[in-house]
Each structure stands twice: as C-alpha cells, then as structure tokens.
C-alpha cells in the first residue's frame, strides 16, 4: 500500500483503500464478492487512473448546467414525477434518499429529508450530484450505467473512501431503443451491515423503473395503437409487462423491453431487433391482425389469447387506442417514386402495384388505347383519371362518358354532336358532341361493353381516322383524343355471342389495366383510411372524426361486393350519423357486420337459373344477403334501382319467386 494516504482518513477508509490496491494487484481475497463490483474497481484503477488514496468530496454541478441536463430530460421528468413521488413515499420513513440522474449520471431530481440537508449535500445525495463512474469511482448510479442493470453498491463496495458509509441501489431506465436514459436510485447514509438488507429496495427500485420506462413508452408512442401483454390474464390489464407500439395494419413500431425480449426470441427465424427491421404482430403471434384490432369491441373481456410463434407461450393481449388526432395526418403511398395521382391509387398490394406501374409506362403514351377491367366500384374511372392526371395531358379535358348511361337513342348524337337542324327536336345551334369535346385531352368511355353495335362500328371509324362526324355536318373534325375504356363485363364472352365487335376490342385494348377487388387487395387498410380521409377533408368539422381501430377492424373483415364505391357509401352513413366524432362498428352500416370475406370465399352458390361468371358472384351475394330487396341492394352498390334490374337482366340473375 502507498505510503502517501493522508492522515485524516479513520482506519476503516485505510483498509478500504488496501482492499482496492490488492484487488490490483491481484490479491482479491478482501475485495467485495460481486463480479460487477470488483470489475468497476479495476476500471477505476486502470482506466479511469482514480487514486484510491485521495477521498473525492462529492461534485455538484453549478446552476445552470443542472438546468441544461434537466432540459434534456424534460419529457422523462414529467412522465416520471409520479412514480418518483410513490416511490419516495415508501421508502422516506426507512431513512432513504431518491435520485433520479440523466444518462451522464447527473442527478436531475431529488427527494430527501430537508432537515439532513448539508450531510446529504456532503455525501452527493443531492440535485446536480455527479455520479459518473468515471469521477465518482465505483458507486450504484455509475456502474449502473455501466453495465446497464439494476445494482446494489453496499457501503464498502464502492471505490471513493468518502462514501464507504452509503448504502445505493439503482436500476436503469431505457428508452424504447433499449438505450439507457436515466437511471433511478435510492440511498441512504446509514444502514446495517448486511448486503442482503437491501434485496428489497432492489426490487422497489427495479419496479418503478420499470413503471417509469412504460410510462414513457405509453407517452411516447400515444398516437399509435398499442398492445400490452402478459402472460397471465389477470395482469394484464393493470400489470401488462409487454408494450408493443404497432400500426393499424400491424406493423410493430416500437416495444419495451418485454416486447423486445419477444420480439429477439424469434432470431432463429428473422433478423434480431432492429432499427432497420421491424416485423409485423402477425409474424410474433399466431393472430390475424384484425383479431387484435377487435378486441376492444368483440371481447367482453377486453382481451384475447394468442400463442407466441417464438416459444408456443400462450400471451394475453389487450389493445390501448391511440389518442385522438392521429388519422388527420396525411396518410402517404410506399411507393412515392410513381407520380402522386398514380402513387395515391394504393399502397402495397401486387395486383395495384403492376398496374400503377404499367400506367406509368403508359402514362405519355397517347396512342396506345387502354382497357381498364375490374368489378363495379373497383376504380376504374379514379385509374382513369389518374392516367390522364399524371400525363402530358392533364390540362386537357378529361371526359367521361358513361355509355349504359346514355339511352340508346341519344347516344350517337352525345357522342358525336350535331349540327343545328340535324333533327327534329335538337338545339336549336346544334351540340358539340363528347368525343370533340375530349380534343386536347382524354376521352373516358365507361361501361363500353353497354355500347350498341352500331354504334361500335362508327367508334371504330373514329378511333382509326381520328375524326368524327357530327350528325347533319358535311366535313369531318379532326379530334386529339387519347381514348381509355372501361367494362366490368366480360367482353371475350360478348364477342362470342356477337354483341361486341372483336376488332373494336383490339383496337381499345392496346394495353389493359385489371383493377383487383376490394376483397382480395392487401392494401385495403390503406384504401380504408384514404377514403375516409377524403371524405372527412370534403366537410368542415370542429374535431376532426376518427375511425376507430373496431371499425377498421370490422371494414376489413366485410367482402365489400360493391368495392371501393360501396366502402365510401358506408363510411359517408357513418359520418353522417354518428353521435359523435369517435366513428366505431356501431356506427357502420348493418351489411357491414354481416357478410365476412371468409362467407364470401365460400364456394359460391348457383342462381335460379345460373348463367354466372366470377364477376357476378358479388351482386347475387348482396341480393340474397338484402333477401331480394333491390332497393336495400342499390342503396348498398351506391347505384339506382333500374341499375340494379339492369345488371341483374344482364348477368341473367333472377328472384327465386320470377316466374320466366
Ligand atoms: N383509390 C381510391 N381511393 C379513394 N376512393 C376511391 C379509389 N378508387 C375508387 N374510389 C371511389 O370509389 C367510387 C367508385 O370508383 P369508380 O367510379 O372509379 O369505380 P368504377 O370501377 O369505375 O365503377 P363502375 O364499374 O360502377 O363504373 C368513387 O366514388 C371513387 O371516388
């Protein structure tokens, strides 16, 4: 041992320091038994360079820098005040002091008795105490810091001769990153000898670490969905250890250490847990993601079971709604490279994917006719317009014409114009018909397999001449169109049976565009809340209207027969009648509830008498759901009654009580 120990030390604080100096040298026998302990020891002496022989008085930081580290934290120290005041409660009658320091280890908060004053300043149990290891030496904050985990530092375990007398315990508190952001300790100047004695403050501290770490988890992460999870029922309400910050689609966004213990667990089968990489709550848990999203609403208990796909553990799960707000924010595409009408067609779904990319292609391509083919409702007119909005074109007209529509008799001269006195009846300076009309921009021809022969032929005319003819004109005008059609009809079928012209066809479907089903896309979670958003941005509200994670849940469970057209109909009733600004399953239409896409994948059952193709499936569907009620169904489909007959003549669908 140095001889330069000064005189002043008592002789417990000189056989400290021997203890130190013969742990360095190798001589561990006196030394404390804790592995962490005796590790700190050796970085004081051999990295840190401390000298055990010069006793350090405690350092407080000045004023303003402790007003600098606790600005830093601010966030944390609101979250936190709670959880300090109860701890504080409990452990001030045994004599303890509470530090909560930042990750530097400057204590930030304090509570203590204040007629100890001056000996707690002396010892550094105080605001703007310093106790990084590397100044402090061995001491519970700092190697707490450290190692990152809770620890006792028992009087004669830390390294500083001066605070031989203290008893510390710390437990650290990390931020959802799993970074260590503060640490929460409490100590006491004098308390008895025995390292076991503070077992229990362990654990106390340990626990509102714990709940500190999970408050600022829930505050951090208020605006998302949230699911908490134990593994035992009865907690997991007021107990749930696990958090897991998820997206309405289940993609997780962050979790606390529970969650990212369970998370890692599954290493063996993705990468571990990482910024870069998050999974979605599907892949943890054997669970569809709208199971979860209805737990609030479905369950009476307010939570489910699901088996961890990790380890087979069985994990109750309750779900914490976002605060609200969260779906005013602007939802945006994945694919943003595409331009925005294109990108704002759908998220991540393959089938929208090729056909926002063969649009992109097309996009310029004005002489390339283009087909767009889907059920009714799908988007056809929306793929339509974003064609010609994301083109050269935009600034042109875009025109739809929707060719069912238009009686027959008229639609030569919608489509073509007349000139004044062509016939009896007309305007009296004649029309400009739709198709000159579209010069310069696009023509829309919705429905075209609703065009009458005839009038196939002189759209062919058009389409290769690139002029028209208006009825009763002696001279052609030239036309500038680029011409996108649309049918839900199957029109291979209507050129077999001669109702559509083969080489019209050829001639439309330079390229065709296949609009998926509601039903079958991935992205319906994105479609969803893009149709809301648009219909809540087309009124005025005081709050903002949410849709909460039960209705979600229930439009992703629904077929949606009517598509796209009919989720915007449901959602505008909602809106409209909802009691207040929370939109839940209650306030959706009936229909909603009723046909779930697992009935609709049901083998479908024929008609009376059945001529259908997959694409009727829908409307037969919805009429037996309405038991045949062709209003309820129009109003479903956001279509008129004659539409519905129409449709139904033509799909040769008939009520079972039709006589013919
Ligand atoms: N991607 C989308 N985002 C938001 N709303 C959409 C989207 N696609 C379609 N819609 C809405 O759905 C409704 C139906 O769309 P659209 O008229 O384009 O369908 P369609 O396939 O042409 O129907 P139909 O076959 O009956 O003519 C419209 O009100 C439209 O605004």
Redesign the pocket.
């Known amino acids: 041992m140095p001889t330069s120990v000064p005189a002043r030390l008592h002789a417990e604080q000189r056989q400290h320091i021997e203890h130190i100096f013969q742990l360095g040298e190798g001589m561990p026998q006196h030394a404390p038994a804790q592995p962490t302990i005796r590790r700190s020891w050796l970085r004081c002496l051999n990295e840190y360079r401390l000298d055990p022989t010069q006793p350090r008085p405690a350092r407080v930081v000045p004023q303003q820098t402790l007003i600098e580290h606790r600005e830093s934290v601010d966030e944390l120290l609101h979250v936190a005040r709670a959880g300090v005041e109860q701890l504080y409660t409990q452990v001030a009658q045994l004599g303890y002091v509470l530090l909560l320091t930042d990750h530097r280890g400057i204590t930030v908060e304090f509570r203590g008795d204040p007629h100890q004053d001056k000996q707690l300043r002396k010892a550094g149990l105080y605001l703007g105490a310093d106790w990084d290891e590397r100044f402090a030496g061995t001491c519970a904050v700092g190697t707490c810091l450290h190692d990152r985990q809770a620890i006792i530092c028992h009087r004669q375990e830390h390294f500083d001769a001066s605070h031989i007398s203290l008893t510390c315990t710390a437990a650290p508190i990390t931020d959802p990153d799993g970074e260590v952001m503060a640490v929460l300790d409490i100590s006491s100047l004098n308390s008895p000898t025995a390292h076991d004695s503070q077992n229990f403050s362990l654990s106390l501290v340990t626990l509102y670490a714990r709940m500190i770490e999970d408050a600022y988890f829930l505050q951090s992460y208020r605006d998302c969905l949230i699911v908490r999870l134990d593994t035992s029922r009865e907690f997991v309400h007021v107990n749930g250890r696990g958090l897991i910050a998820i997206e309405e689609d289940g993609q997780v966004i962050a979790a606390n250490a529970v969650g990212r213990e369970l998370i890692n667990r599954h290493q063996a089968r993705w990468p571990p847990w990482s910024a870069g990489y998050a999974p979605r709550l599907a892949e943890v848990f054997e669970c569809d993601i709208s199971d979860v999203l209805s737990i609030n609403s479905a369950t009476q208990d307010q939570l489910r079971a699901f088996r961890a796909r990790a380890d087979n553990t069985i994990h109750f799960i309750s779900l914490l709604e976002p605060r609200r707000g969260r779906q005013s924010q602007p939802i945006k595409p994945m694919n943003s490279t595409l331009p925005e009408p294109l990108a ?3 998220d991540d779904d393959p089938a929208i994917r090729k056909v926002q990319k063969l649009a992109e292609r097309l996009r310029n391509e004005s002489r390339v006719n283009v087909l ?1 083919s ?13 064609l010609h909005d994301s083109g050269q074109r935009a600034q042109g007209p875009f025109v739809a014409v ?1 060719c ?1 529509a238009i009686p027959e008799a008229l639609i030569e001269s919608e489509l073509f114009g007349y000139e004044a006195g062509a016939f009896t009846g007309g305007r009296a300076k004649g029309m400009r018909g739709l198709i000159p009309q579209a010069s310069g921009g696009t023509l829309f021809l ?2 075209i397999g609703d065009m009458p022969l005839t009038l196939q032929t002189r759209l062919l005319r058009v389409l290769a001449e690139r002029e028209v003819m208006p009825l009763g004109a002696n001279a052609p005008v030239r036309i500038d169109i680029r011409v996108i059609t ?3 009809r199957d029109i291979d079928a209507m050129i077999q049976s001669g109702d559509f012209r083969e080489d019209l066809y050829y001639r439309l479907n330079g390229a065709q565009l296949h ?1 998926p089903a509601l039903r079958e896309r991935a992205d319906k979670h994105f ?1 969803i809340r ?2 809301f958003d ?1 219909l809540v941005a087309e009124r005025t509200y005081a709050t903002p209207p949410r849709l909460r994670a039960d209705a979600i849940s229930a439009l992703l469970a629904y077929a949606w027969p009517g ?3 009919q ?2 109909n449901a959602l505008g009733f909602a809106l409209a009648t909802a009691d207040s600004d929370e939109i839940t399953v209650n306030d959706l239409p009936d229909q909603c509830l009723s046909q779930r896409i697992t009935r609709q994948m049901a083998p479908p059952i024929p008609a009376t008498p059945s001529t259908n193709t997959p694409q009727e499936e829908p409307l037969l569907g919805l009429l037996r759901e309405h038991h045949w009620n062709i209003s309820a169904v129009a109003r479903a ?3 008129s009654r004659p539409t519905v007959y129409r449709r139904m003549q033509r799909l040769g669908i008939k009520p079972p009580n039709w006589s013919c």
Do not use: C, P, S
Not at 374 to 386: C, F, H, L, N, Y
């Open positions: 704002r067609l759908g767009i889907g059920e009714t409702g799908t988007g056809k007119e929306v793929v339509a317009r974003a929707n069912a919705d429905e649309a049918t839900h609009l479609v893009q149709v648009e598509n796209i057209r989720l915007k489909l956001g279509i």
